[in-house]
């Protein structure tokens, strides 16, 4: 039924004529399944003064259906047992389920009904903007949570990568019911659908049921516009009364579907992933700096990015950053350590095997990689890639990708730029 040629044991794919994907992995040990109807309808995809859309709506897509109000759908999800969500990100959206297996069938029942007969009820529009309008004024009132919403927007300023995920609050008071039918006719339509599936399951009945359940869904959206942009060097600040000051960071760095991916998953661990981190020990623990510092890797589909956390006081601001810098300009130099290396294999490794067993965790994998390399890689896939890191490999990496710039650095706190940043910045 499916073409599985090249395809690991247990890995599945299958393409329906109206241009649905199927992807799956099986795990007959489990006695669970996590399903997930991945699209591109997202931030990028809203008008420019609709900001917050994409987010509203995937709160209405539960609101109701033709069939069954807002109550009846919970009502339905409960009796089976089925956990049920959405998220929004800056690129794709994703409805997903999670069940015992002998439920499958009748829980994919619903989430037709969520896709495809969805009413977005006026009555419920004005309480889920309610909770949205609460979540962005969370974001304001916690600086930890705004850094990297202004850092972002530098960072991918020119492009709709730069926008707010929950829009602001006079956007989100402006969005209309029909707003909401005009997002979901333009951009649910079945050349739009991923769908990915984990646990057990027999494959020939999945694609058997989704091809019955959405097999005739018709329709096409637009092709998504590529988001690519041309980061530089820059410094904002939000001005902030208060005994905090904090950092965010971000320079361009290899993306999720670059040969050097897994080089930048080691560099960004040894940096600022974990209590040994080079960060950790130089800023937290000798000097004292900050009460919190991190590193970690973000992208999207065309642009990936080296990000770093740092919550400091006023006062200790400028050496903090300068130390950071300095540590990013070692590494540049220098790369990693053997024992580095070796340390941080050990732990990447166990992360994903931790993190990466369960259903919903797979589930959402496979979806990434085929997303990003039109593969499905297994977690002995990612293993192999840790693997293979080489020191060498690292300092590479580095050539291409320089930690410090181009460097884009927000600020939330007391300090003014001079206080800031002073000569610290390369090309400032």
Avoid at 26 to 41: E, K, T, V
Avoid at 52 to 58: K, M, S
Avoid at 128 to 134: A, D, E, H
Avoid at 196 to 202: N, T, W
Wanted: charged share 25%.
């Amino acid at each position: 039924m499916s073409n599985q040629q090249g395809l690991p044991p247990n890995y599945f794919y299958h393409k329906l004529p109206n241009g649905i994907e199927l992807i799956g992995q099986r795990m007959p040990s489990l006695s669970s399944i996590s399903f997930g109807f991945q699209l591109d309808a997202a931030v990028v995809h809203e008008p420019e003064e609709q900001q917050g859309l994409a987010h509203l709506f995937e709160y209405m897509l539960f609101q109701g259906t033709k069939t069954r109000d807002a109550r009846a759908l919970n009502e339905a999800f409960e009796s089976l047992g089925a956990r049920k969500g959405a998220s929004t990100s800056l690129e794709t959206a994703m409805v997903w389920g999670q069940i015992v297996n002998t439920k499958f069938d009748a829980t994919l029942d619903l989430f037709r009904d969520i896709l495809l007969t969805p009413t977005f009820p006026r009555d419920e529009l004005d309480q889920m903007r309610n909770l949205i309008l609460q979540e962005i004024r969370r974001r304001d009132d916690e600086p930890m949570s705004k850094i990297f919403e202004l850092v972002r927007a530098d960072f991918y300023k020119g492009t709709a990568l730069s926008r707010l995920v929950l829009g602001t609050d006079e956007s989100v008071r402006q969005l209309k019911q029909q707003d909401l039918r005009n997002f979901w006719q333009a951009r649910y339509h079945p050349n739009n659908i991923l769908f990915s599936i984990a646990g057990k399951f027999e494959w020939d009945q999945v694609v058997e049921k989704i091809g019955h359940l959405f097999g005739d869904w018709q329709g096409e959206a637009a092709a998504s516009a590529e988001q690519t942009p041309n980061p530089q060097t820059s410094v904002s600040l939000e001005f902030r009364e208060g005994k905090q000051e904090h950092i965010g960071l971000m320079v361009p760095f290899p993306n999720y579907n670059d040969p050097d991916y897994y080089a930048a998953m080691v560099i960004a661990e040894v940096l600022g992933g974990s209590m040994a981190s080079r960060l950790f020990v130089e800023v937290r623990e000798k000097r004292g700096l900050v009460y919190s510092v991190s590193a970690g890797l973000a992208g999207n589909k065309h642009i990936g990015a080296l990000r770093i956390y740092a919550g400091t006081t006023p006062e200790q601001a400028h050496e903090c950053l300068e130390v950071i810098i300095n540590e990013l300009h070692k590494l540049e130099r220098e790369g990693i350590t053997a024992d580095e290396l070796d340390r941080t294999k050990v732990q990447l490794k166990s992360e994903h095997v931790m993190h990466g067993e369960g259903s919903a965790s797979r589930m959402s994998a496979i979806i990434r990689s085929w997303w990003y390399e039109r593969q499905l890689k297994t977690i002995q896939d990612v293993k192999d890639g840790i693997d293979a890191v080489t020191q060498e490999q690292v300092l590479r990496v580095l050539k291409r990708y320089s930690p410090v710039q181009p460097m884009t650095i927000a600020a939330i706190g007391p300090l003014s730029k001079e206080e800031l940043v002073g000569t610290t910045l390369p090309n400032s």
